[in-house]
Structures are given as C-alpha cells and as structure tokens.
C-alpha cells in the first residue's frame, strides 16, 4: 500500500511537465506567440485576409507547435527531439522495444500517470475557464474594439484562442511529449529529465 501511495505522490510525468514549462519559459512562449498571432492574424483580428496568407498562417501556427514538441521531445536539443521522432516513425525495432517498455511501466506506475492525467485536466479546465472568463466578462473584447486594436467584425475567439496559444496548447505539447520520454523510461520516476 505504501508503494501505491508513493507513485500517487510522485506524478513525476506531471511534476516534469511543469518543470520544463518554467523553466524554459521564454522558449515556450515565444513560440506560442508565435502560433497565437498567426491563429489571430487568420481569425481577421486586423481586417480580412486572402486565401493565401491564410495558408501561409496555417504553415506558421502548425510549425510553431511542431517545434514547441520536437524541442520538448529532445529536452531542448531540436536534433534530438527530431532524431528521436525520426526512430519513433522508421525503426522497428525501436518501436518494440519501446512498446514491451511502455507497457512494463504503464503496469508499473498507473497510479502516478493517472493522477498527473486529472490533475493536468483540472489545470487545464481552470485555464480555459479564466480564458472565457476573459473573453466574455471583462471589458477586453470591448477596449480592443474601441481603440482599433483588433477589427470591428472579429469575435471574441481571437482573445480566446490567443490565450489558448500562450497557455494550454503550450502546457499539452509539453505534456504530450514528456509522456513519451516518461513511458519509454527518458524520464525516471526521480525525476532525471
């Protein structure tokens, strides 16, 4: 019992998430502004645009969250995190041996990986909840509007999903990939990232 009890305690999927959120915060951040732009830019937050510079955005926003992941996945060594992704999708082998891996530590540690899940989920909701919070209760959506911030006919999605891009689709990404490092054992139960 003192066991199960420890896993629960140590959510070191979750712990490590956060970690590598604060603590390359700049990076973090700078490419979700990235993404939270260009999802704006295409949403008409300053006035219509053609087909193609939607496209164009689309490129910008996807490329963003891609290297946000590659740079998560080779714990902030692009080459890494794209060598490992690379394996992941070429090597057989590799994709067994990570497989019998994952399923040994999933057996393992389930108590730990479902509580970081649902609390991960309630930092989530909480997020998206002081983001429409945000976007319909305050004055925000108003003020830009009324000083020619964004355009009149945009909604409030460009504050909702601008947020959304510096926060929760950041924190999932990370998430995401450090998932993948934990269940194939990059990521002790320690902590060692």
Not at 45 to 69: D, K, N, Q, T, Y
Not at 145 to 153: L, Q, R
Request: with cysteine; proline share 2%; charged share 15%.
């Amino acid at each position: 019992m003192k066991k199960n009890i420890n896993a629960i305690q140590s959510l070191t999927w979750l712990r490590e998430t956060l970690l590598f959120f604060r603590n390359h915060y700049l990076i973090v951040l700078g490419l979700g502004l990235t993404a939270a732009i260009g999802r704006i830019v295409q949403l008409g937050a300053f006035g219509p645009i053609s087909p193609g510079l939607h496209i164009a955005m689309e490129v910008i926003v996807e490329s963003a969250r891609i290297l946000l992941f590659v740079y998560a996945l080779g714990l902030t060594q692009l080459k890494r995190g794209f060598s490992r992704l690379k394996q992941m999708f070429t090597s057989g082998k590799a994709w067994t041996e990570h497989w019998q891996k994952g399923r040994v530590r999933l057996k393992m540690h389930w108590r730990s990986l479902l509580a970081s899940f649902v609390i991960y989920l309630l930092i989530a909701w909480v997020t998206n909840l002081l983001i429409d919070y945000t976007a319909f209760q305050t004055c925000l959506y108003y003020k830009l509007k009324v000083n020619n911030i964004i355009a009149e006919k945009s909604s409030e999605w460009v504050i909702i999903l601008f947020f959304k891009n510096l926060s929760v689709i950041p924190l999932t990404l990370i998430f995401n990939a450090l998932f993948l490092l934990w269940v194939t054992g990059r990521v002790s139960d320690g902590g060692n990232v």
